[in-house]
């Protein structure tokens, strides 16, 4: 009975969430506090008693555009090194010290960070900041677990990449995408990059980025302020900050001169695939909330325009979505679509970019402009139900947006977002500009 009647309070929510404009919803700010420590650390924390758990994140400025030229994947490689040994832990010990006391623990790599987690119960806070310092401060860097966690993420790489029908394409979309910027290195990396790679390369990108100076502590959940902050001062803030600068990216992405098509094949692809995109702006600009309404009314969900028209009633394809990519360093509007069995390529193109130029030509109707901003938000507030969701949404708006304030702000520009808006993104970065067509098929296969 508790289940049943917690599905029907969701769904009641979400009847109402949908029915209202959220012009009218009053959303509580994430409240966040932060200071500096003197070896550079950034600690932000969210008090919350709600709950006896406690979600500890951190983050480190470093990101698959950071892996040195023919590197690639070595973020991501070092995602799995700092589960390994530390000076006074085993390998796997941070299992240990989440799982078997219920909590979890992972980590994740992204274009312009690395983050790390863990969900606990709140008396275990002492013993994760113990452990994190020793991540940080005390990481075993040896020839040992460079070699078994190169063999982890190659395979990783075969079975996220070359197994599945459409792993190649989603790989060769960033290949193909970016000319200059070092996006367009897969963050999973290659095998060929990483079987290239010495322990000497992966001790020096450990040296240069895994460092105090460049990492943002985030702490989410049941806590007594004073006790965190000491134990925070004790386990990370005695770690040396080296001293030395810190690289990061420079490359710009020049503007496309003209439109370019790639044509991708791959084995065993049962069906064509295409993806068109556009450069646009990063995530922190004024027109990200924008964008991100747009391509939902374009390709979110089974009510959207690419779904309604390629989907339901033309039966061109069988799958359609389009997402705003957006970036610490610049975005990416993509347009993508899995062909029905019987149709082409051509046909796909065709149809997508009608319906990408409609929202050129045609301002968007209010409904559909509320309906796309309450799919976003929904979303948002769902994920700050946690303290793991608050804290993600804090990091990212520190670490992608370079502003903690964006937590909240965002949303309040979100709700003000008009059709107008979304056509004037859409003029601005779509129309004129110079698309890339990614297409993808079995090869030796018709297009």
Same mark, same amino acid.
């Given at each position: ?9 969701? $769904? ?22 932060? @200071? ?11 008090? &919350? +008693? ?32 700092? /589960?390994?040994?530390?000076? +006074? ?56 677990? /460079? ?9 990783? /790489? ?10 190649? /394409? ?7 995408? $970016? ?31 895994? @460092? ?48 370019? @098509? $790639? ?41 959207? @325009? ?36 019987? +149709? ?58 370079? &502003? ?44």
């Amino acid at each position: 009975m508790r289940v049943r009647a917690l599905l029907i309070v969701l $769904f009641l929510t979400s009847v109402a969430l949908s029915a209202a404009t959220v012009n009218t919803l009053t959303i509580p700010p994430i409240d966040y506090k932060h @200071r500096t420590l003197a070896n550079g650390l950034e600690l932000y924390s969210i008090e &919350d +008693h709600s709950t006896p758990t406690v979600a500890i994140q951190v983050w480190y400025r470093v990101g698959s555009k950071n892996d040195p030229e023919g590197r690639s994947g070595f973020a991501h490689l070092f995602e799995h090194i700092m /589960f390994k040994s530390t000076k +006074h832990m085993k390998a796997e010990m941070m299992d240990r010290l989440t799982e078997d006391v219920g909590g979890e623990n992972n980590a994740n790599t992204g274009d312009d960070y690395t983050k790390y987690f863990e969900v606990i119960p709140s008396n275990y806070l002492e013993t994760l900041l113990w452990a994190e310092g020793e991540r940080l401060g005390a990481l075993t860097v040896d020839d040992a677990a /460079f070699k078994s966690e190169r063999d982890v993420v190659k395979e990783e /790489f075969r079975f996220r990449v070359l197994s599945p029908p459409y792993g190649r /394409f989603y790989y060769d979309i960033d290949k193909d995408t $970016f000319a200059v910027h070092p996006y367009k290195r897969p963050g999973i990396g290659s095998i060929e990059d990483l079987d290239a790679a010495t322990i000497a390369d992966v001790q020096q990108f450990h040296a240069t980025y895994y @460092r105090p100076d460049n990492a943002v502590l985030i702490i989410a959940g049941d806590f007594d302020p004073a006790q965190m902050n000491a134990w925070v001062d004790k386990y990370l803030g005695v770690i040396a900050n080296p001293g030395t600068p810190i690289p990061r990216v420079t490359a710009k992405e020049p503007p496309r001169a003209d439109a370019k @098509r $790639f044509d991708e094949h791959a084995p065993n692809v049962p069906l064509p695939a295409v993806c068109i995109n556009w450069l646009t702006s990063s995530a922190s600009s004024e027109d990200a909330e924008a964008l991100n309404v747009a391509a939902a009314i374009l390709g979110r969900g089974e009510s959207s @325009r690419m779904y309604r028209t390629m989907v339901y009633r033309d039966k061109i394809a069988q799958e359609v979505e389009a997402d705003a990519d957006l970036r610490e360093d610049l975005g990416v509007f993509d347009v993508v679509t899995t062909l029905a069995s019987g +149709h082409t390529v051509e046909e796909a193109i065709k149809a997508a970019m009608r319906e990408v130029e409609s929202m050129e030509k045609i301002a968007p109707a209010a409904a559909e402009v509320e309906k796309a901003k309450n799919q976003l938000i929904t979303d948002e507030l769902r994920r700050r139900e946690t303290n793991q969701g608050k804290a993600t949404a804090l990091g990212t708006s520190i670490v992608i947006e370079h &502003d903690a304030a964006a937590v909240n702000s965002d949303l309040t520009r979100l709700q003000a977002v008009t059709a107008a808006d979304v056509q004037r993104v859409m003029q601005k970065y779509i129309a004129g500009s110079k698309p890339y067509t990614i297409t993808y098929s079995a090869e030796g296969g018709a297009k």
